[in-house]
């Protein structure tokens, strides 16, 4: 190289400022300058914004999430719990029924803790911290309308400035091509990403849906007074699947002394926006304890509803002649019915392989894309599998019911369910499992066949393991 004459540092676009996305810079930072492309514009801090409408339900992130955040973003945690957040221990912190009608009990000799607390404060905190890397540089107000480039190679990005979003409005208005040495559709489910390899001549995309109908309800709440100085347990009634419709609900302690109450319900059961019918649609859940919690509490704002929660997967893995210099993350890729709580936890996840893969490669090796997609696929298939294990087996939920190996495997899940709820050995199979830490062969390890086979066992809990002073503070 001749004297003086600096390299050209790499870059990267990344389509999207949600989680998936500020996480993907992130990821890219150590290789590349990154551009957020965002047509919102960002609150400034805890706050809702237009984009992220889920945003008012319960939001938890596992603890295999967790660690993911940690490792990207050495002490995130620890901001958003010093800002009002918290880490939960699960089972410890949590009074749980699980989807065959068995209470959990309270073991507290898992190392699983999850990050409890609203979706605004968790998104203000990581913006704030990857917005501050001077290597990443944020475009709001601003919509990605195509991919530049070929079949074989996307080399940037078509833009438009302002609020415009159709490319047929003023096509040529304002717009410009950010050239870049990957792109990285972060935009979610909306994402335009099979349509734009279409267009340049690419392969069309497999897509999966299994659809349970699922439509939520949530409303905020001020927690009882007596309850803000305790760490009082997340409450979680989930829906049973082998009845029709499947009803559900959670209590979630949040940050400034709240509650967000989420309330779930099948095709035929969905809760409303009706608030003489929310608490009610509470206490006639298979158990009554969330209502019974939050019946006499005062209630601040209104009920959000929300019906798209189909679980969506496209196989861009799968793709033979994957273009280079493009890579799809997050919801784009998967969405997931919300009850399990696994997109923020699959974004951190699918980050971190990202940045891994690069730190091995660097950018701009051919075949550097596909390879990057793979090992995205790894963390979303893991979620995929425990989301439409259940869901599937909803009335309607797909067209393609599940076959023999499915159902079989649908009732070990529920077996090692049963177990784990009284055994603390195997609940800490189950929560390496569920928590997106270890793979689902976990579950066939010694910790969870031995007590499933020949105990020893307990007996299973006969209501909510809430303790007599929790039950005072909260129920009037």
């Known amino acids: 190289m001749a ?62 999430g967790v660690k993911a955040l940690d490792d990207l973003l050495p002490g995130l945690t620890g901001e958003i719990v010093a800002h009002g957040g918290r880490l939960a221990h699960i089972m410890g912190d949590m009074v749980s029924r699980a989807p065959n009608e068995v209470w959990f009990r309270r073991f507290t000799s898992t190392h699983h803790r999850n990050l409890v607390c609203s979706r605004d404060l968790l998104d203000s905190v990581l913006r704030g911290r990857v917005l501050a890397d001077e290597r990443i540089t944020l475009r709001q107000e601003t919509t990605a309308l195509r991919l530049e480039g070929d079949a074989t190679a996307v080399t940037g990005v078509r833009i438009r400035a302002g609020a415009a979003t159709d490319a047929g409005d003023d096509a040529d208005a304002g717009e410009r091509t950010l050239r870049a040495d990957l792109v990285v559709d972060a ?23 299994v659809n349970a109908g699922v439509a939520y309800a949530t409303r905020l709440y001020r927690a009882p007074e007596a309850a803000r100085n305790i760490d009082f347990p997340l409450v979680n009634v989930q829906a049973n699947p082998a009845k029709a419709p499947g009803r559900g609900g959670i209590v979630l302690p949040i940050e400034g002394n709240r509650w967000i109450v989420t309330l779930a319900g099948t095709r035929g059961g969905e809760p409303t926006d009706d608030p003489d019918a929310f608490v009610d649609f509470a206490l006639n859940l298979d158990d009554p304890v969330i209502g019974e919690l939050v019946k006499g509490l005062e209630p ?177």
């Open 300 to 476: 601040l704002g209104e009920i959000v509803t929300t019906r798209a929660t189909a679980n969506r997967r496209r196989y861009y893995e799968r793709v033979k002649h994957w273009p280079d210099g493009f890579l799809v993350l997050g919801d784009a890729v998967a969405g997931y019915n919300p009850v399990y709580g696994h997109g923020l936890t699959v974004a951190a996840q699918c980050a971190l392989a990202v940045r891994d893969t690069l730190g091995a490669t660097g950018l701009g090796q051919p075949g550097l894309a596909r390879r990057l997609q793979r090992a995205a696929a790894r963390p979303v298939a893991a979620a995929w599998d425990l989301a439409v294990g259940q869901d599937a087996l909803y009335p309607g939920a797909t067209d393609t019911r599940p076959n023999g190996v499915e159902r079989l495997l649908a009732r070990f899940v529920d077996k090692a369910v049963e177990t784990g709820a009284r055994n603390p050995r195997a609940l800490a199979a189950l929560l390496d499992v569920m928590s997106l830490e270890r793979p689902a062969t976990r579950l066939f390890s010694p910790d969870m066949l031995i007590p499933m086979l020949i105990g020893p066992r307990r007996p299973h809990l006969q209501g909510p393991p809430l303790t007599d002073a929790e039950r005072k503070t909260a129920v009037p």
């Open 3 to 64: 004297e003086g004459i600096v390299p050209r540092r790499p870059t990267a676009v990344v389509i999207g400022a949600s989680g998936t996305g500020l996480l993907a810079a992130a990821a890219l930072a150590d290789f590349a300058d990154v551009t957020v492309v965002e047509r919102d514009r960002l609150p400034d801090g805890p706050e809702p914004r237009r984009g992220v409408p889920q945003a008012r339900h319960a939001h938890l992130v596992w603890s295999g």
């Open 187 to 209: 935009s979610g489910r909306g994402s335009r990403a099979p349509r734009w390899l279409t267009e340049l001549g690419g392969p069309s995309i497999t897509e999966r849906e």
